[in-house]
């Protein structure tokens, strides 16, 4: 018979339902949650309800953010000229905590893939578009899509609707190895791969 | 004593993000047919295996059986068909012929010609010389073949007749092509085995039986009109999704980047 209490069962559950975390791990957290001090525990149910309260998608670059514009569209300070493409909000810390770059971002929130009936019209490419049209001050997209079959086919499709627009497009150097994922890239090669970006 | 590691050439059909930043791949063997396995750590840009397991690559892999999954140790690439990633259409095409293939086949099933099949249409697609669209036809046709679904192109799938050269019609619920007689009677029949019958115009019958009956090498120098491709395309599609009973997803991205070249225009 199994006397799990329901309420322990229940996060195991949500926990295991998180991406990355097998059983074991769901087991592990809910344990550790109930040993810790029930201020940890408190702490982390409120920073969870805050997640759907405060939290807004930037209606410039389609970043999560506090605030809309988020944090990076409204930095004065930023070549505004300049808009790097990613994947996934992950995308632009990993390519923030490099110091290298100083324009702004666009976050697609996903890219094509066919096998999983991804299709440009799932992401934010619209958006950009319309960006694009509407900011004449930018010069220079970055496509800084994954090294991988997904990301490619995403760059080249970008290609295709960007080309006519007469703005220059570069993409990221091939420093980054391919079928890996940009959020696991260390910053040294992060770094060099924007320094070595290529115009396409 | 049970071997513990062992050794397979594989096409990468399908792969999927798997715990913390592992990937589960689909695969496709010569041996051993469709097959799982965990390529551990293939996310991270630091590991050495993740180039050799993207997707439609073709590669040499070590695995170590596992309690469920069959877990990657080495991969090495055989051929990336690097030329067919450089374009997006044909990235489309790869993405529909793996999942024709994936979809149409079982775990642990061997099937030797789909995938040798795979193996030189991969090669092929990458060759600006072929018309991908042309290609995609001729594959489906041999892939339909191999996996026993084979369409009849020579006799009234009903009576057994030969089919005259004159406008027929083709019933992907019956698996083949009809004469005018015997296609009339099915659709009216309330019980007809042909009541989603068509009809195939004389010059796609030609084209459908040309692409079944010949070597690509061959069948590869056939020009057509846009209008007697898409007929083709369209009464494969009907035959492919009835066996199926679904719709494949990469069909969507092939008809959005046909239509797509327009909307980037306007912007
Ligand atoms: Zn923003
Ligand atoms: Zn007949």
Redesign the pocket.
């Known amino acids: 018979m199994d006397t799990t209490p329901r309420a322990v069962t229940r996060l195991i559950e949500e926990f295991h339902r998180l991406p990355g975390v097998g059983p074991k791990t769901a087991q592990r957290l809910t344990f550790h949650l109930l040993r810790a001090p029930k201020e940890q525990a408190a702490a982390l149910a409120e920073a969870l309800a805050q997640l759907n309260d405060h939290i807004v998608t ?1 209606s ?2 389609a ?1 999560i ?1 506090e605030e809309n ?2 944090a ?2 409204r930095d004065e300070a930023r070549d505004r000229s300049i808009v790097c493409v990613v994947e996934e909000p992950l995308d632009v810390l990993a390519i923030e905590r490099t110091r290298e770059y100083r324009g702004l ?1 666009h976050v697609l929130h996903g890219a094509i893939s066919p096998v999983e009936g991804i299709g440009p019209e799932d992401l934010r490419v619209q958006e950009l578009l319309t960006r694009l049209e509407r900011d004449r001050g930018i010069q220079e997209i970055v496509l800084a899509t994954n090294p991988n079959l997904e990301g490619e086919a995403t760059a080249m499709y970008l290609e295709r609707l960007i080309k006519p627009l007469g703005i220059k497009l570069t993409r990221l150097a091939r420093g980054l190895p391919v079928g890996g994922d940009l959020e696991y890239a260390d910053e040294v090669t992060l770094t060099r791969a924007l320094e070595g970006r290529r115009e396409v | 004593m049970r071997e513990r590691l062992y050794r397979v050439e594989a096409i990468v059909l399908k792969r999927t993000d798997y715990g913390e930043a592992d990937r589960l791949l689909t695969l496709f063997t010569p041996d051993l047919g469709k097959m799982r396995a965990i390529a551990k750590g293939a996310r991270k840009p630091s590991s050495r295996k993740s180039g050799h397991v993207e997707l439609f690559t073709h590669t040499a892999l070590l695995l170590a059986k596992g309690r469920q999954l069959d877990i990657i140790t080495q991969a090495d690439t055989i051929d990336a068909f690097l030329p067919l990633r450089e374009n997006l259409e044909r990235v489309g095409y790869a993405y529909y012929l793996a999942e024709l293939v994936d979809r149409f086949s079982e775990e642990g099933t061997e099937n030797r010609a789909l995938y040798d099949l795979f193996l030189r249409a991969l090669n092929w697609l990458g060759d600006a010389v072929n018309n991908p669209a042309l290609l995609a036809r001729f594959f489906e046709l041999r892939l339909l073949q191999y996996v026993g679904y084979r369409p009849q192109l020579f006799k009234c799938i009903h009576c057994g007749k030969a089919i005259e050269p004159i406008e027929n019609y083709f019933s992907a619920e019956a698996g083949g092509i009809l004469d005018p007689d015997c296609a009339q009677t099915q659709r009216e029949h309330i019980a007809g085995h042909a009541r989603d019958a068509q009809i195939l115009s004389l010059t796609a019958l030609k084209v459908l039986r040309y692409l079944q009956t010949r070597e690509w090498e061959t069948a590869r120098g056939l020009r057509l009109t846009p209008e007697v491709l898409s007929e083709v395309e369209a009464l494969l599609q009907r035959f492919i999704t009835h066996h199926l009973e679904r719709n494949l997803k990469s069909v969507e991205f092939l008809r959005e980047l046909k239509a797509g070249a327009s909307v980037g225009r306007q912007a």
């Open positions: 930037c410039i670059c970043n953010a514009p988020c990076i569209c971002y």
